[in-house]
């Protein structure tokens, strides 16, 4: 079984300052991906970035990147440059590539984060 | 390029009721995954379709149950609806064995009274 941790349930950054987000992971399997998504008030959950699990490099998206420790299974958020357009909860989610079927994501409870001006 | 769509929007039932979502996949994708998200929690897998069968199913009971039409649109429908049941049902479309994201769309929030 997979599981996501993400042990922060409220962030608060300044405008303009970096953040980062915790998500550890549990599985088995040794090949999945992991992701973080942006789920703003209004309920849309909004693709962030992505990380493979035998991707040597740390994922990067623009104003945000995936800090990946493989041997402790940690796939944190950090979003540089913080604006109020950020806050918003946040989740990591992992897929597991196995049995041959298309991917189901595990989310974790999410972080709410708030930039504050 | 339309994303993905959901209807209605909100919808509000009565406990021990019938209700049927619906959602359009984002152009080009051909599988559909439904996710229930209560409040304050992560949205739990519910099941996905690929080519009119459903292909994975998560911890749900068989009051869920889905469709998946000829255009790779989907229904969800609940039977017998419960209290607990009130949550933000999420649909997300992918194209089959896609490696990247899931495309989510703006859900329907589900409120039994």
């Not at chain 2, 049941?85 to 899931?102: I, K, N, W």
Request: net charge neutral; with cysteine; charged share 15%.
């Amino acid at each position: 079984a997979q599981k996501i941790t993400q042990t922060q349930p409220g962030m608060f950054v300044q405008e303009k300052e970096a953040v980062t987000l915790d998500c550890t992971y549990d599985t088995s399997d040794q090949s999945y991906g992991l992701f973080w998504y942006k789920q703003p008030s209004s309920g849309e959950m909004i693709f962030l970035i992505y990380q493979g699990s035998y991707d040597e490099q740390n994922a990067t998206e623009g104003r945000y990147s995936l800090n990946f420790q493989k041997a402790r299974k940690s796939a944190n958020l950090v979003i540089s440059a913080s604006q109020l357009g950020d806050s918003a909860m946040y989740f990591c989610a992992m897929r597991v590539n196995s049995g041959g079927s298309n991917y189901k994501l595990t989310f974790g409870k999410g972080t709410l984060l708030t930039v504050n001006p | 390029d339309a994303g993905v769509t959901q209807s209605p929007t909100h919808l509000i039932k009565t406990r021990g009721q019938q209700v049927t979502l619906r959602c359009s996949p984002k152009s080009g994708h051909d599988t559909v995954s439904w996710y229930q998200q209560a409040l304050g929690q992560g949205p739990q897998f519910i099941f996905q379709y690929y080519e009119e069968e459903e292909r994975q199913r998560g911890n749900f009971p068989d009051r869920f149950s889905g469709h998946q039409f000829p255009n790779y649109s989907s229904e969800l429908n609940v039977n017998a609806l419960l209290l607990g049941d009130s949550a933000l049902y999420l649909c997300a479309s992918s194209p089959f064995g896609g490696a990247y994201e899931q495309y989510f769309g703006p859900g329907t929030r589900l409120t039994v009274t």
